[in-house]
């Protein structure tokens, strides 16, 4: 392998995305075997091709990609989804190795989605025997540095051969799983997981029952990755980290309850902290500080803010790395062997650096969170006139029991429109930026006279009616006339096909006359016409999946393309209804709890409960680059990065109670592209600067807290200033320059410690 040694030197830098191509061969899948044809061709002609991932470092695929003669490819600007090329990881699960078929060199390796002997082979037609050795070097090369998470740049070649494959010695071993163990998390020897703890004769009772209560803890637990890193808990009377020293962090899976995997810290006297991972702890990585940073809800509602440092780039690699799979399994409840490489690859870059304070240096740019958490700048908070008012006249709680429960902004007239229990609010936006109560419609009931609390509102027609959703008839829509506050219609859209969510048939289509409007059930997509006879639902525009994929909402950008999220938190892009999306992309792991699309279609935002997932739809490269994911299928390797936008640990800190997201919204105008992004949890209104979040700033946000919970929050049609707001009993209007960088203050006026943290973690 010396030979190439010069040669790898050329094509193995950071910024070559690909290493070594072998340009002509066919790929096969073989089963052994089988009662099925043992030897599949799959492609008849392609290309072998080593690639790095751009978006984790160390990692590498083994690209192999079906090459069209020409004229084929005219015809597949008319298919809606192609399989153009099969992706693969690199690793040593692969069992990869070469040889001979037909005198002709091939490679082989399993299919890890397939039966246990089931294999794929690239037989390299026409290829001389150093560049099959080359090729061959290089994959042993991108092996070693998955593992490992380092350069192969001054190792020996002796440090490879643990990667050539060779068949098992013995002749009886024990049937291999579908998914070998180690595609999956590592998993440490059990003698790793003996918890640290004085010696006996220095014991006090008090540290032998700490010290019992670690080993009945740990004696459940198999240890997955154990390093030694500093710990910091955020001080809520000091704002700012305090170091409680060195500590050993683990992350450990249970082994009494499936999918189960606790973040623990110990020291010489025993575990000082044990949370289960869960959505909840809001984790963020800082590559830059070799640190996660995480929050943890106690027993009684508080939030309390850690965080592990690391002290070398391999150590917290490594802690990303199982972190990220134990979160995925958690939510998903299979092991991560089962998402495909390229799946993999998209949930992995979701961990990109977020610039952070150094929890030591205070010299760092504005968005420290010294700065953020600076008790100074509490005077001007209080002072800020806001633009809200609550109307006397307005009805107060006109039946018992009931609060707003949603609010939908008008794009005529400058109203808005607030459902409590089965009446609705109407609210002006007055000449001084604030809300007056207007009217009540009350009673909503359907047009044979039965009540019902609408579940979901849309306006429609330039505001002249509204579309309401009856929680137990999902089949039907309800048109309300809104001059006469009255439900008119009953529009049956199937009999079998429920109705789940809508959207307009465009954006901006409740200002036209624009009669239909989009659907999707829990699996379908479809066009809704209330004009035509029957049932509502076309026939021409249906789109139905067979597995059950839970969709949760549907939103469309100007043109009326559509996205659609799921409770999978996986999201579906289409240039139309009817037929299959251009992009699919893969899940997280929270649900999606709505989305929505800037006009143009370039960003999307999908609002998880604990974070908004940021997405640019532009494709960067490859054949279709520059258009959008609408209308063209993102190349395998190539799919967007998701942003996490999420609020800080330390700010969640102090606002304590659980994070929970409404959905969240850009503001919109005809004409005039977005810029921010506002949704709400418990009492906070909370917005982003569209253009800083472009240029990476994406804890740049800003936050107001009020008195009583945020039901729903959205900006006024045609304004990227006022915010209408619905609390729980009132509705009011705040300019977003009143919104402020979080600080103690306005995050806790008020504030006085009352930590609940105790030295016992269970």
Not at 262 to 271: F, P, Q, V
Not at 401 to 423: A, C, I, P, W
Not at 582 to 596: E, R, V
Not at 727 to 744: I, M, Q
């Given at each position: 392998?010396?030979?190439?040694?010069?040669?790898?030197?050329?094509?193995?830098?950071?910024?070559?995305?690909?290493?070594?191509?072998?340009?002509?061969?066919?790929?096969?899948?073989?089963?052994?075997?089988?009662?099925?044809?043992?030897?599949?061709?799959?492609?008849?002609?392609?290309?072998?091709?080593?690639?790095?991932?751009?978006?984790?470092?160390?990692?590498?695929?083994?690209?192999?990609?079906?090459?069209?003669?020409?004229?084929?490819?005219?015809?597949?600007?008319?298919?809606?989804?192609?399989?153009?090329?099969?992706?693969?990881?690199?690793?040593?699960?692969?069992?990869?190795?070469?040889?001979?078929?037909?005198?002709?060199?091939?490679?082989?390796?399993?299919?890890?989605?397939?039966?246990?002997d089931e294999f794929f082979e690239f037989v390299a037609t026409g290829t001389n025997a150093p560049t099959r050795a080359f090729f061959e070097t290089c994959m042993y090369r991108a092996m070693y540095e998955r593992k490992y998470k380092t350069s192969a740049d001054n190792i020996q070649d002796?440090?490879?051969?643990?990667?050539?494959?060779?068949?098992?010695?013995?002749?009886?071993?024990?049937?291999?799983?579908?998914?070998?163990?180690?595609?999956?998390?590592?998993?440490?020897?059990?003698?790793?997981?003996?918890?640290?703890?004085?010696?006996?004769?220095?014991?006090?009772?008090?540290?032998?029952?700490?010290?019992?209560?670690?080993?009945?803890?740990?004696?459940?637990?198999?240890?997955?990755?154990?390093?030694?890193?500093?710990?910091?808990?955020?001080?809520?009377?000091?704002?700012?980290?305090?170091?409680?020293?060195?500590?050993?962090?683990?992350?450990?899976?249970?082994?009494?309850?499936?999918?189960?995997?606790?973040?623990?810290?110990?020291?010489?006297?025993?575990?000082?902290?044990?949370?289960?991972?869960?959505?909840?702890?809001?984790?963020?990585?800082?590559?830059?500080?070799?640190?996660?940073?995480?929050?943890?809800?106690?027993?009684?509602?508080?939030?309390?803010?850690?965080?592990?440092?690391?002290?070398?780039?391999?150590?917290?690699?490594?802690?990303?790395?199982?972190?990220?799979?134990?979160?995925?399994?958690?939510?998903?409840?299979?092991?991560?062997?089962?998402?495909?490489?390229?799946?993999?690859?998209?949930?992995?870059?979701?961990?990109?650096?977020?610039?952070?304070?150094?929890?030591?240096?205070?010299?760092?740019?504005?968005?420290?969170?010294?700065?953020?958490?600076?008790?100074?700048?509490?005077?001007?908070?209080?002072?800020?006139?806001?633009?809200?008012a609550e109307d006397e006249d307005a009805p107060k709680d006109p039946i018992t029991g009931e609060r707003n429960s949603q609010l939908t902004v008008g794009y005529k007239g400058d109203r808005s429109y607030v459902v409590r229990g089965n009446n609705i609010g109407v609210f002006n936006h007055?000449?001084?930026?604030?809300?007056?109560?207007?009217?009540?419609?009350?009673?909503?009931?359907?047009?044979?006279?039965?009540?019902?609390?609408?579940?979901?509102?849309?306006?429609?027609?330039?505001?002249?009616?509204?579309?309401?959703?009856?929680?137990?008839?999902?089949?039907?829509?309800?048109?309300?006339?809104?001059?006469?506050?009255?439900?008119?219609?009953?529009?049956?859209?199937?009999?079998?096909?429920?109705?789940?969510?809508?959207?307009?048939?465009?954006?901006?289509?409740?200002?036209?006359?624009?009669?239909?409007?989009?659907?999707?059930?829990?699996?379908?997509?479809?066009?809704?016409?209330?004009?035509?006879?029957?049932?509502?639902?076309?026939?021409?525009?249906?789109?139905?999946?067979?597995?059950?994929?839970?969709?949760?909402?549907?939103?469309?950008?100007?043109?009326?393309?559509?996205?659609?999220?799921?409770?999978?938190?996986?999201?579906?892009?289409?240039?139309?209804?009817?037929?299959?999306?251009?992009?699919?992309?893969?899940?997280?792991?929270?649900?999606?709890?709505?989305?929505?699309?800037?006009?143009?279609?370039?960003?999307?935002?999908?609002?998880?409960?604990?974070?908004?997932?940021?997405?640019?739809?532009?494709?960067?490269?490859?054949?279709?680059?520059?258009?959008?994911?609408?209308?063209?299928?993102?190349?395998?390797?190539?799919?967007?990065?998701?942003?996490?936008?999420?609020?800080?640990?330390?700010?969640?800190?102090?606002?304590?109670?659980?994070?929970?997201?409404?959905?969240?919204?850009?503001?919109?105008?005809?004409?005039?592209?977005?810029?921010?992004?506002?949704?709400?949890?418990?009492?906070?209104?909370?917005?982003?600067?569209?253009?800083?979040?472009?240029?990476?700033?994406?804890?740049?946000?800003?936050?107001?807290?009020?008195?009583?919970?945020?039901?729903?929050?959205?900006?006024?049609?045609?304004?990227?200033?006022?915010?209408?707001?619905?609390?729980?009993?009132?509705?009011?209007?705040?300019?977003?320059?009143?919104?402020?960088?979080?600080?103690?203050?306005?995050?806790?006026?008020?504030?006085?410690?009352?930590?609940?943290?105790?030295?016992?973690?269970?």
């Amino acid at each position: 392998m010396n030979i190439f040694r010069s040669l790898i030197g050329k094509v193995w830098h950071p910024n070559a995305a690909e290493v070594v191509k072998i340009s002509s061969g066919q790929l096969y899948l073989v089963r052994p075997g089988n009662i099925r044809t043992s030897r599949e061709c799959i492609y008849n002609d392609c290309m072998a091709t080593i690639r790095r991932l751009p978006s984790v470092e160390h990692n590498f695929q083994l690209v192999i990609t079906k090459v069209y003669e020409e004229g084929d490819q005219d015809l597949l600007e008319d298919e809606d989804e192609t399989d153009e090329e099969k992706v693969f990881l690199i690793s040593e699960e692969l069992e990869f190795r070469t040889g001979e078929t037909d005198g002709e060199p091939n490679f082989v390796w399993r299919d890890l989605h397939g039966d246990v002997d089931e294999f794929f082979e690239f037989v390299a037609t026409g290829t001389n025997a150093p560049t099959r050795a080359f090729f061959e070097t290089c994959m042993y090369r991108a092996m070693y540095e998955r593992k490992y998470k380092t350069s192969a740049d001054n190792i020996q070649d002796t440090t490879l051969e643990q990667f050539v494959w060779h068949p098992p010695a013995a002749p009886k071993v024990k049937p291999r799983r579908k998914v070998e163990k180690k595609a999956e998390i590592q998993r440490e020897t059990s003698s790793e997981a003996t918890p640290i703890v004085v010696d006996a004769e220095e014991e006090t009772p008090e540290q032998r029952s700490q010290a019992e209560a670690a080993d009945s803890f740990m004696s459940h637990m198999t240890v997955l990755f154990q390093e030694e890193a500093e710990l910091y808990l955020w001080d809520l009377d000091a704002a700012d980290f305090r170091n409680d020293g060195v500590v050993i962090a683990r992350i450990t899976e249970q082994t009494d309850a499936k999918y189960t995997y606790w973040l623990t810290a110990s020291n010489d006297k025993g575990i000082i902290l044990a949370h289960r991972i869960c959505s909840d702890m809001n984790q963020k990585f800082s590559h830059k500080m070799l640190s996660l940073t995480w929050n943890h809800l106690g027993d009684n509602g508080s939030q309390s803010s850690w965080l592990f440092r690391f002290a070398t780039p391999e150590d917290f690699g490594q802690l990303m790395q199982v972190f990220t799979q134990a979160m995925w399994q958690t939510l998903h409840q299979v092991p991560w062997g089962k998402a495909k490489p390229e799946e993999q690859s998209y949930v992995m870059s979701a961990n990109e650096d977020v610039e952070m304070k150094d929890v030591e240096d205070d010299d760092e740019d504005e968005e420290q969170v010294a700065l953020d958490l600076d008790p100074d700048e509490e005077a001007s908070d209080e002072s800020d006139g806001e633009e809200e008012a609550e109307d006397e006249d307005a009805p107060k709680d006109p039946i018992t029991g009931e609060r707003n429960s949603q609010l939908t902004v008008g794009y005529k007239g400058d109203r808005s429109y607030v459902v409590r229990g089965n009446n609705i609010g109407v609210f002006n936006h007055s000449n001084d930026h604030s809300v007056k109560y207007y009217a009540t419609i009350s009673n909503i009931a359907t047009p044979k006279g039965k009540g019902f609390k609408p579940t979901n509102v849309m306006l429609h027609d330039q505001d002249t009616k509204m579309i309401l959703q009856h929680p137990t008839d999902p089949n039907s829509l309800y048109s309300m006339d809104i001059e006469r506050g009255k439900v008119v219609e009953e529009w049956k859209v199937h009999d079998d096909i429920t109705v789940d969510h809508i959207a307009p048939d465009n954006k901006f289509a409740p200002t036209t006359r624009e009669q239909t409007l989009v659907g999707v059930s829990h699996n379908s997509l479809f066009r809704i016409d209330p004009r035509v006879a029957g049932n509502k639902l076309v026939d021409s525009q249906y789109k139905q999946y067979v597995s059950k994929n839970k969709f949760s909402g549907v939103t469309t950008t100007a043109s009326g393309k559509l996205a659609v999220a799921s409770e999978k938190g996986d999201i579906r892009l289409f240039d139309s209804i009817g037929k299959n999306a251009k992009t699919a992309l893969p899940p997280l792991g929270d649900p999606i709890l709505g989305i929505d699309v800037t006009a143009n279609g370039r960003y999307i935002v999908a609002t998880t409960q604990t974070y908004l997932i940021f997405i640019d739809t532009l494709i960067g490269e490859g054949r279709y680059a520059g258009q959008l994911g609408f209308d063209r299928s993102f190349p395998a390797t190539s799919k967007p990065r998701p942003i996490r936008l999420q609020l800080m640990a330390q700010h969640v800190a102090y606002m304590g109670n659980k994070i929970s997201f409404t959905p969240a919204r850009f503001n919109q105008k005809e004409g005039q592209d977005e810029n921010a992004i506002v949704t709400s949890t418990g009492q906070f209104v909370i917005a982003w600067d569209l253009a800083k979040v472009k240029k990476g700033k994406y804890e740049s946000y800003e936050i107001k807290k009020y008195e009583d919970h945020v039901v729903q929050d959205n900006f006024k049609f045609g304004d990227d200033k006022e915010i209408i707001v619905a609390l729980d009993n009132n509705v009011l209007a705040v300019n977003k320059k009143n919104l402020k960088r979080p600080t103690r203050h306005s995050l806790a006026p008020g504030f006085q410690s009352h930590s609940s943290i105790v030295n016992s973690p269970y």
